[in-house]
């Protein structure tokens, strides 16, 4: 099916393991988005990409990393996960100038 | 830089009632933007946007926002709830022709009572 796809959608670990949060799109959507979403933040933008092996910080980078080897997958690694990673994770994607379209998003909590 | 401030993170209304969710923004060039709608579990969609032209904007579902830049707002009304529109609102702001780089509020939960 069309859209933007995150797996898993929950997701619960420990301090200091690595997690990788996957992003599919199938509108081959140049720019590509993770955020994400805390009480009382709204949305911070983590890492996004325009296009196929380019990727560029946001609000909140520490602690993650991205790569964007396919135009249609942007997968999020927390390296070494802390608790205060835990939070709703959103993908977005968007083509150039255009509308952001949401992933449901992924709820990771770190014990 | 730009900013976006939501004025209540919540907003209780009765079905039938008016909605007014309250956005101002901060920005050093003319911006563009955006509402979204957050319903439980799901992502963002996209209510409505201003870039250029008519101040008062359409979306869907009934929403309309106003664009007034005198009072560097952009606030977001509907002129009768339902039940259906309980969701959280986020108010968002780019620079013009870079909407890749938005940058979100804090959000607004909308509850409706029957």
């Known amino acids: 099916d069309a859209g933007i796809t995150q797996s898993p959608r929950y997701k619960i670990t420990e301090t200091g393991r690595q997690v990788t949060l996957m992003c599919h799109q199938t509108?081959?959507?140049?720019?590509m988005f993770w955020y994400r979403q805390d009480l009382g933040h709204g949305l911070r933008l983590i890492y996004y990409?325009?296009?196929?092996?380019?990727?560029d910080k946001g609000e909140v980078p520490d602690g993650y990393v991205v790569s964007r080897s396919k135009t249609e997958n942007f997968p999020l690694t927390l390296e070494s996960a802390t608790r205060s990673q835990t939070s709703v994770y959103f993908c977005?994607?968007?083509?150039?100038?255009?509308?952001?379209?949401f992933g449901e998003g992924s709820r990771l909590t770190v014990l | 830089a730009q900013s976006v401030t939501q004025l209540g993170s919540h907003v209780s209304v009765s079905e039938g009632a008016l909605v007014l969710l309250r956005c101002n923004y901060s920005?050093?060039?003319?911006?563009?933007l955006f509402w979204y709608v957050q319903y439980p579990n799901q992502g963002l969609q996209l209510l409505l946007k201003?870039?250029?032209?008519?101040?008062l904007v359409k979306g869907i579902n009934g929403f309309e926002a106003e664009f007034k830049k005198s009072e560097t707002s952009f606030h977001l009304t509907k002129p009768s709830a339902h039940m259906s529109d309980a969701a959280e609102y986020f108010c968002?702001?780019?620079?013009?022709?870079?909407?890749?780089?938005?940058?979100f509020g804090t959000g607004t939960r909308l509850q409706v009572f029957p």
């Open positions: 977005a994607s968007a083509p150039a100038n255009g509308e952001l379209f």
């Open positions: 509108w081959s959507h140049s720019y």
């Open positions: 990409s325009a296009a196929a092996d380019i990727t």
């Open positions: 968002a702001v780019s620079e013009p022709y870079n909407t890749d780089k938005l940058i």
């Open positions: 920005s050093s060039v003319p911006p563009y």
């Open positions: 201003y870039t250029t032209g008519a101040t």
